[in-house]
Structure formats: C-alpha cells, structure tokens
C-alpha cells in the first residue's frame, strides 16, 4: 500500500478507546494472577540463597531440614538435567548455583513442605559451608587491575587481546571515519556517564505452581511474559520433552523485560517431581530484588565533533554495560541505538559486557538503551547550548529520516523522528517561560521493535460470536487491541470478540511479549487469522447464491457480491452466515501462524521541565511531554499508557533508583522502602502526544510502542537538572546528596 | 551477487573487509556462504545474528529471499524487553 | 507453633479462622479465606497492593496479623461492588485505562475508596499524596488520577 494511502486509511473500531475486557475482573479482584491459584495437596516452597557476593560451595548439608515435621522435598543443582548448553546453561546456572556462588541472593538449594512457614524454617536448617572468595560488584572496579576474574571461561572469541579479562563480550559497529569526522569539526565535547542498576520493579513477585506426576508429564501455571518459553526451559532442566509440560500463563502483574526469562519455575516442577505432589512457589520483594535480574549498571565515554552550524561530524562512543555475574550484558545495543537517530557520516560504537558478583541483568525494555542514550543526549544538549543552538533544531538539523543510513546499518524506510521533533517544538510546553531553579530537558530516543513468531486462532460461534486466542501474556491491554483489530476486519461490534491468552496445548508456539512486539506481531497474525475467516465466509455466501466464490468480497461484516458478473444479492451478515455454517460446509476458524518482521522501527522525543530546590539538590519533575510515533494507535488509551509509564519509569531511574552494594558485596536496599520506585507524588500529569507515521509493514501501520518510551526519559531529566543546577548531571541517580554536592564544587564527583 | 556488510567488530574475522561479497538467493544461503569463504566468522553466526535487508531487520529468519542489488547488513541478534 | 481461632466480620459477613499467630492478615485472607483479590507486593508496607481497611481505617494487610483481627471489620476489594453493580471507581479506573497489569489496581481502589468517603472533592495533589503508599509501574499514575477525580465528581453529582 502506498503510503499516503496508508496514512489516509479509515477505520471504525481502530482508534477507539472501548472498555478492556477483563476490566471488571482486574477492578474487582477476581483476576487470577501467579500466586492466585491453589491446589489441593499442594506443597510450599522456599529457597536458599547466599550470603555471600562469591563464594566457593564445599558443603550442602540438608539432613536438619529434611528431618524437619512437614518436609516433603530439597532439590540441589543435581536435581536438574545435565548437558545443557549455552541459554539454558546460564539460565541454569543463575537459578541454581553449581560449584560457586557467585552474587548475594544466589539460589544453593529448594525446599518443599507443607506450609510456607514450615518451608521458611526448613531453608533455615540447610547448612552450607563456604569458603568466600574476594568479590566486585562496581563497573569500574570490576575492570581495574586487581579485580577478581569472575569467569575465565566465558570470554568469548571476539575480546582481544589486552582487555581486561572480566570484558566478557565486545561488539563494534560504525561508518566513516571518525578521525576525518573529528577533523572536520569546530567544537569536539567528550564525556564520561555513569548509570546504576535499575531494577524492573514489577509488583507482583514470581511466583507459579508445578504439578508433575510420575509419568513424565507436568503443569505447570506462571507469572510470566511467554509460557512457551518457560515450557521450553522448564523441559529442557528437567529432561522432560517440551510438549509433556503444559503450561498456563496466569494474569502477569508487570514484567517489563524480566518475566521473559525464568527463575524458580523449573525449581518448582523439580520439587513437584521429586515430591510428587503440587508444588507452589512465591519470591519474597527481598528475593526479587537480591536473584531477579535488574538491568546492567553503566559507564559510557561519548565523543562529538559538531560544526558551528550544529551539523554532526563525527561521534564515537564506547558503552560498558555491567550484566552480573554471567556475560549477558546487551552492550551491543547502546552502541546501535544511542545515535540512530541522527544522519551522521562518520562514527564507532563500542559496546562492551562486564562480568561482576551481581545477578545476572534481565532485559528491561529497549535493554541497554536507556542508559546509553543518557550519555549521547547529553552531549548534543551540552553542545547545543555551546554554540547557541536551540536543542530541538539541533536534533532536526541532524534527523534521520527515510534514506538515511544508520550508524548501526540498515537505511530507513519511512520513519517518524522529525514529526516528532516538530510536535515537541510547536507544542505549548516547550514555550512555557521557566522560572528561577527551573530547567528544561529535551531527549530523542530510538528503539528497533522486534516481531517474532506467533500463532493466532480464532473460532466463530453459530450466534455470529468470536473467540479469538492469541498465545502471549496480556500486560497492559492487549486483549483490547486485538479485538479492535479483529473487529475491524470482521465487520462486528468489538463487544462479540472474547479474547483468551491460550495454554501451550491449545495453541502453536508464540515467542514472549517482548520487544515491543504485541500490538504489531500479534495484531498482524490476528488481521490474518480474521481474513482466513472472512474467505471462508465469502465461499459459504457464493455457495448460497451459486455463484464463484471470487465475486464474493467481504465488507463491513457483510459478504457482497462484487464484479460486474457476481449478479445482484441480498448482502449475507456474518451472524446469518454463522447460523447455518454446520449445514453449508461445517465449523468456520482462521487462523495464522508466521514470524512477521518488519517492525517498523519507533522514535519518541521527549520533554521536560524539572526544579531543583538549591537547598536540598532534590530535582522535582514539574512538567512532561512525551511524542512517539506509534504508526497507527489501536487502542489510544493503552498507547499513552505505554508512553506514560516508560517515561515515569525513567523518571524513577534518573533520580531515585539505584542498587546500593555494601563493601561486603551484599545489596543493602532490599526493600521497596529502601528502593524507591516513583510514587503518585513525586509527579505531574504525564501530558502525550501520539504521532502516526504508518508503518508500511503492518496492514493498519501499527509500530510497537513500549520500549521506546523509556530510552529518551534518562537523559531529557539529566538535560533539565544539568540546566536548573547550572552543572551537567554524569551520573545516576540524581539524588538529592549527590545534585547538591555538584552545585558546590560545580561539577559531579563521585 | 550479495554485498554483506559486516559489523566492525567481524572485519578482523574477515581478513580486514568491512563488506563481504558472496553468492546466495536468501538468508540462509547468505549466512552458510559466508561461513565458507571466513571459517572465523561461525562461531558469531551460531550465536544468533539478524539481517537488515533494504532496512527491514529481519530478527532471526533464513528464509528471506534477497534481492539482486540490496543493502545487506549484518547485526548482532536483536533482543527485546 | 499452637493455632489460634479468630472471629472477624469480612465484607459484612461473619467469618471465623484459625490460623498460626505469625501469619500476617494478608496471608489469612488470601490462603485461607481465598480472597486473593488483596496482593503481596512487598510484605514490609511500601506497594500498597494489599490495601484493606480494618474497622474503617485503611492499613496493609501484610503489616497486620491474622491474630490482631479478632473482633474487628475487615474490608476487602472484594466487598467494594455491591453485587453485580460496581463502585465508580471500578467504573472510572476502567473507562480511564487506570491499569494496565492491573495488580496494583486492588488496593488502588480500596485506598481511594477510603479517600472519597473522607472527602469526596480532594485536589490532584490530595489524591496524589493519598495514594502515595500505593505503587503503581505500569500507568505512571496519569490515568489513575484521572479516574479517581472523575470518579469524585460523580460522587458529588450523586450526592
């Protein structure tokens, strides 16, 4: 479809904003969420963790604990399948420890019992001699000389030689030449940042219940983004064949990246196995914090050349991103993403992963870019206040757009970034005059977007009704989005579609929800599904009128005979076509199953105006404006959703949030109290503007849209506290201490 | 005729170059091409890579036919939150 | 350790329990009483997502024992429509897309329940601050601030 065509497309149900269906059930506490369900003869279960940031493990002593009234069941690292391979030797591995502890939280061992008070005190009765080994949990420290070697054996082929060792991955990409770059520019800033780790703060803990029975198979019902990736896991640590372990995924209370992997539900199933009985398991806040994985901690060096007239020469930057103990670190996406935003003819990016005694990172949506672009957007902002340049125009002057080559590669199809950048500048915040310790941020951000395979059915009832399933998690709204879409293609009110999130047995593989790929990936599969639907509906039709099924079209929720030959007919409704269906050829279902790919990629600029009390250094944001292109918005409501809770999340990562280690390498804020997250006080409204520059990959033009939200928010805050407190913010968070001890020495340290 | 772009941190695995010529019809052909001609390069393709071709990254597909003439670009496999 | 047997009313109805005195009211709720509509975020306080009141007063539950409600009113998310009919803030919260994951949304509505029959025309900021105990990550509180004014306003027109 051409594009112009495609931008002017009209609809009747996208772009409502109708009540989500399992709305009643969230607001009356009936939906059923991973620790919500019960079954009879069920078993608790618990874990023990290490106390120690790295330690060898000489002993595992359970006798005590197994001795204890009400113990049905300890499983250790033998307990699982041998063998395994790279992701699911690491998932392993993190989940439970093998011969070395290797972060505080560090699973040793589980148990099963009766109740959780009883499988509580039993963790506490397992006896583990260690014997400690020095640690390092700091970025910096991590890959200084001296630093303990977390892993020799991970490093992997593409670190050369004279690195220090605890760089577990390095990924380079670029264009040019950026000492040509360099050499062509009036004014070169080069600067290092700090990030720490952020933790993905979802409110519902992990929790499931396993059921496996003596023959081989299993149940097994989670909190997760993508039961068919825990099913594949869970198999794969259990020896058991993929298909023999059905697994449900519950409501999901929040994941943001981190429930795309697993942590105790293979723990759970092996403790059902050994104990033959359910077996339920819930993380504790504490556990969360301390196992789950927060995203990376960060230090970035970035480097611009700019001429006078703002035009970019060159950029170079080199992003080390801290993943843990294990080399999952996703270093290589700041060096692709930081400037995808820009036209720029000569860079190199240089992403490295760093092993410390810390939980293995997690992705955390658009993982590795937040903090990235922290560093990138701060130095276009610092330049552009140098050479007298307003920020946005600076952006726009430099904006990709359809044509432009990426520094990561690929050349552009059609994208959104400058009407973005043109919504943030005539928008009425950005002329809001500022008053005295007040300041004003402006960030880009890019984010890929990702499709993945999917598999859609849907079934028609004889009354005319819909059941839709679609096999990925419901995070924040889906169900609705895909009825939209369903209901747009079949011609019915949004109200006949139910929507179910399927079981891995009742339908084909779907990858997590992730990647910002439901709305596009899922809605797609759905606008096929439907269609094979209304093919098969339009052939019951021109059976009925005896003529081809070719002259049959499918329009509004009617079939139409259409063409010049079709003759004339009374229009069939889809509720009169279904009503006879068993007699005209038998059950009608769609269906659709493919692994889209191409997402269109997303672009958002953001605003924002935040004061800083000049007594206290605390930052407070005042007012924020989010613009993001989301190609075509389904469900409005749920888009901004999207938008306003990335940009709050970065929010919370800017000036609150962080992992504090102890010299003991032990976390020390384990709690929600001692980690804070943003709560309803700290903020303003969160004022959007969506933005729809189709994406000719999608048949309605949807874009994903929730990771690009939280990749510009770091830096747009670190713009306007840098301009409030008159010193440019390098570090993370920008908690009070830290903002009023820069404005003294007038420069952040530490 | 194919002309693969490499990410930078490959070229040492590919004698220096940054674009790669080979002959392949799609994804698949691409990748076990250019796993022959630079042995050095498998371990990263066995590790997950996507393709860009015309712009369009395709995350972990070897089925998709490559046109005469396009821009093909090497990329670390995409991950997602 | 010895069980204790405990008599509250919950959500109006008289309910008897027993339950071992170091087991907090949110764990009697939910793995006894089977009203799982309250939710552990925490366990220490700060998530808000078990929010209950208790003799009319808003608390969490997983900072109360099952033992310290003997005697007492318990009220639930569960008792917070009347039958089939919602409360406007159930309404609201759903009109306004106040939940995305929706794990929060529970104790969201009992806070702000609690908040309305105090003072049923609070500011953006009084809404804010009373909420303040109660975390919310997917929505950014936006929508939910809305619902709870709109919801308010209703109220008014109501009364």
Redesign the interface.
């Known amino acids: 479809m051409a594009f112009d065509q495609q931008k002017d497309q009209q609809f009747k149900y996208i772009g409502t904003?109708p009540?989500?269906q399992?709305?009643?059930d969230?607001?009356?506490?009936?939906?059923?969420?991973g620790?919500?369900t019960?079954q009879a003869g069920m078993l608790h279960g618990s874990i023990v963790r290490s106390p120690h940031a790295h330690a060898r493990i000489l002993k595992i002593d359970t006798s005590e604990a197994e001795a204890l009234d009400g113990v049905k069941a300890i499983v250790t690292r033998a307990d699982f399948a041998t063998g395994l391979t790279g992701e699911n030797w690491n998932i392993l591995e993190n989940i439970m420890a093998d011969k070395r502890a290797l972060y505080d939280g560090h699973a040793l061992a589980a148990i099963a019992a009766t109740?959780?008070?009883i499988a509580r005190d039993a963790a506490k009765l397992v006896k583990v001699e260690y014997e400690p080994l020095p640690h390092v949990t700091d970025i910096v420290d991590a890959i200084s000389g001296g630093a303990p070697i977390i892993r020799e054996s991970s490093i992997e082929a593409n670190v050369p030689e004279g690195y220090h060792k605890n760089i577990c991955r390095r990924f380079e990409c670029g264009k040019g030449d950026v000492e040509v770059g360099f050499g062509e520019a009036d004014l070169i800033v080069e600067r290092d940042f700090f990030t720490e780790a952020t933790h993905?703060?979802?409110?519902?803990?992990h929790a499931c219940l396993a059921h496996m029975t003596p023959d081989g198979k299993g149940e097994l019902w989670c909190t997760t983004q993508g039961h068919y990736n825990v099913q594949r896991i869970c198999a794969a640590l259990l020896g058991i064949e993929t298909s023999q372990l059905k697994v449900t995924a519950s409501?999901?209370?929040?994941?943001?990246g981190a429930k795309t992997t697993v942590f105790i539900d293979p723990v759970a199933c092996a403790l059902s196995r050994k104990a033959n009985r359910p077996v339920k398991m819930?993380m504790?806040?504490s556990e969360v914090l301390r196992a789950t994985g927060p995203a990376s901690s960060s230090w970035s060096t970035v480097k611009v050349g700019m001429k006078k007239d703002g035009t970019i020469t060159a950029a170079q930057g080199t992003y080390r991103l801290q993943g843990g103990a294990f080399p999952s670190a996703p270093s290589e996406s700041p060096a692709q993403v930081t400037f995808a935003p820009y036209d720029i003819e000569h860079a190199e990016m240089v992403g490295l992963s760093v092993l410390t005694n810390r939980p293995k990172q997690a992705a955390y949506r658009a993982p590795g870019a937040p903090m990235g672009v922290f560093a990138s957007e701060q130095v276009l902002d610092e330049m552009a206040h140098e050479l007298g340049i307003d920020p946005i125009d600076l952006r726009l002057k430099n904006a990709a757009k359809e044509g432009t080559k990426g520094v990561h590669g690929p050349t552009y199809k059609r994208i959104g970034l400058i009407e973005t950048l043109e919504a943030a500048k005539a928008h009425p915040h950005y002329s809001i005059p500022l008053k005295e310790n007040q300041g004003r941020g402006v960030a880009c951000g890019f984010w890929f977007n990702f499709g993945g395979s999917t598999s859609v059915s849907m079934a028609l009832s004889e009354d005319g009704s819909v059941a839709l399933s679609i096999g990925t998690p419901d995070?924040?709204?889906s169900r609705a989005s895909m009825a939209l879409m369903a209901a747009e293609v079949l011609g019915i009110p949004y109200e006949d579609i139910r929507v179910t999130i399927a079981d891995t047995a009742s339908l084909g593989y779907n990858d997590n929800t992730h990647g910002s790929r439901v709305t596009y990936a899922v809605g797609l599969a759905t606008i096929e599904a439907c269609k094979s639907a209304t093919q098969e509906l339009c052939k019951r039709a021109a059976g009925e009128w005896g003529i081809d099924p070719e002259a049959v079209e499918w329009e509004d929720g009617y079939a139409r005979p259409s063409g010049p030959n079709a003759g004339s007919f009374e229009p069939l409704s889809l509720k009169q076509l279904a009503a006879k269906m068993t007699q005209t050829g038998g059950p009608i279902n769609g269906h659709f199953e493919a692994s889209p790919q191409t997402a269109g990629p997303g672009f958002a600029t953001h605003l924002v105006d935040v004061e800083v009390d000049p007594e206290t250094g605390k930052s407070t944001v005042i007012r924020y404006t989010v613009v993001m292109d989301a190609g075509k918005a389904i469900?409005p409501?749920?888009v901004?959703?999207q938008m306003?809770?990335g940009?709050?999340?970065g929010i919370g990562w800017a000036l609150n949030e962080e992992y504090v280690y102890g010299e003991d390498g032990r976390l020390q804020n384990t709690?929600?109290?001692d980690y804070r997250?943003?709560?309803?006080?700290?903020?303003p409204?969160?004022d959007c503007v969506i933005i729809e520059v189709p994406n000719p990959g999608h048949p309605f033009g949807v874009r994903g849209v929730g990771e690009t939200s939280i990749v510009p928010p770091l830096a747009a805050v670190a713009n306007a506290v840098s301009a409030a407190s008159g010193v440019r913010q390098t570090r993370l968070p920008m908690s009070p201490p830290r903002v009023l001890k820069s404005m003294k020495e007038g420069k952040v340290v530490g | 005729m194919v002309e693969v772009q490499l990410w930078a941190s490959l070229q040492s695995y590919a004698e220096g170059q940054k674009v790669v010529t080979v002959e392949a019809r799609n994804i698949r052909e691409m990748l076990a091409a250019l796993v022959a001609r630079h042995p050095g390069l498998k371990v990263f393709i066995d590790e997950g890579v996507s393709v860009a071709i015309n712009g369009e990254i395709y995350a972990d597909s070897l089925v998709e036919p490559i046109p005469e003439g396009a821009e093909v670009v090497l990329m670390q496999r995409l991950r997602g939150g | 350790m010895s069980k204790q047997v405990v008599s509250t009313k919950v959500n109006g109805d008289p309910v008897d329990f027993i339950c071992?005195p170091?087991?907090s009211l949110l764990?009697v709720l939910?793995?006894r009483l089977?009203?799982?509509?309250?939710?552990?975020?925490?366990?220490?306080g700060?998530?808000g997502?078990c929010s209950i009141t208790l003799d009319g007063r808003l608390v969490c539950s997983c900072l109360v024992l099952g033992v310290e409600a003997e005697g007492k009113e318990i009220g639930?998310?569960?008792g917070?429509?009347d039958g089939a009919d919602?409360h406007i803030l159930?309404e609201k919260?759903?009109?306004?897309?106040g939940?995305?994951?929706?794990?929060?949304?529970?104790g969201i509505?009992v806070a702000a329940k609690n908040l309305l029959e105090k003072n049923d025309n609070p500011t953006?900021?009084e809404?804010?601050?009373w909420?303040?105990?109660?975390?919310?990550?997917?929505?950014?509180?936006?929508?939910?601030?809305?619902a709870v004014q709109d919801a308010a306003a209703e109220l008014r027109k109501a009364a």
């Open positions: 904003r009540k989500r399992d709305g009643i969230k607001v009356t506490g009936q939906a059923k969420y620790a919500d019960y109740s959780p008070l993905q703060g979802y409110i519902e803990p409501e999901i209370g929040g994941g943001f819930v504790n806040r995070i924040g709204g469900h409501d749920y901004e959703g306003q809770g940009a709050v999340q709690v929600f109290l997250v943003p709560v309803a006080s700290d903020l409204m969160i | 071992d170091r087991e764990d939910r793995d089977g009203l799982t509509g309250s939710k552990e975020g925490c366990g220490t700060d998530c997502a639930t998310i569960e917070v429509a919602l159930q919260i759903i009109d306004h897309a939940l995305q994951c929706g794990v929060c949304t529970p509505i953006e900021t809404i804010r601050y909420l303040a105990g109660n975390l919310c990550r997917c929505t950014g509180y936006d929508k939910i601030i809305r």
